[in-house]
């Protein structure tokens, strides 16, 4: 990617990954010919060791009828989606997923581009459609909805918001 530094990327990835998981959200995961592309980033694997990883070969992610039946078994309307590239492995399944009915939060700087112009046309068109452009600690902090939830702690610090710590040592402190 050359529109985000692949450091933050990272972080934001498994930031976001973290923060769901500690608010027991559903997760599909899925790569995509890993002989040919590569494996999954290894902070990323590591935090999502414990979940089946779906290897497909589609470009669009909702081309997998393993994926689909997936997210179709979570019994939720909602979908949070990240891919690696905006234009083509976030836009495509946040697009099928509204056409089918979900409502469809695209995570931007969860995913990149090759160049700006096409993460620009990606966000553009999927606007355009209706799904809703979202910041990876904005989902997550929307989803928490409640920052007394015994969840808040490992969703913030899941984010590494600088300041999770601090907030929260000083919430013991005072308690104690």
């Not at 589609?58 to 979908?79: H, L, Y």
């Not at 919430?171 to 104690?176: A, F, G």
Request: with cysteine.
């Amino acid at each position: 990617m050359r529109d985000i530094a692949t450091l933050e990327l990272k972080h934001n990835v498994v930031g976001l990954t973290k923060a769901v998981l500690a608010l027991g959200v559903s997760v599909v995961v899925t790569t995509t010919s890993e002989s040919m592309w590569g494996a999954m980033i290894p902070e990323l694997a590591a935090v999502l060791a414990t979940l089946k990883v779906i290897e497909r070969t589609t470009v669009d992610v909702w081309d997998e009828p393993r994926v689909v039946q997936a997210v179709q078994a979570t019994g939720r309307k909602n979908i949070i989606v990240t891919g690696v590239s905006t234009d083509v492995c976030l836009a495509l399944p946040a697009l099928a997923a509204l056409r089918d009915g979900y409502t469809s939060y695209a995570v931007v700087d969860a995913s990149g581009g090759f160049s700006q112009t096409q993460v620009d046309l990606g966000v553009n068109r999927m606007v355009q459609a209706g799904v809703i452009p979202a910041g990876y600690s904005t989902v997550s902090v929307e989803l928490l909805a409640d920052k007394a939830a015994p969840e808040a702690q490992p969703v913030y610090e899941g984010l590494s918001i600088p300041f999770s710590n601090m907030v929260f040592g000083l919430k013991q402190y005072w308690h104690s």
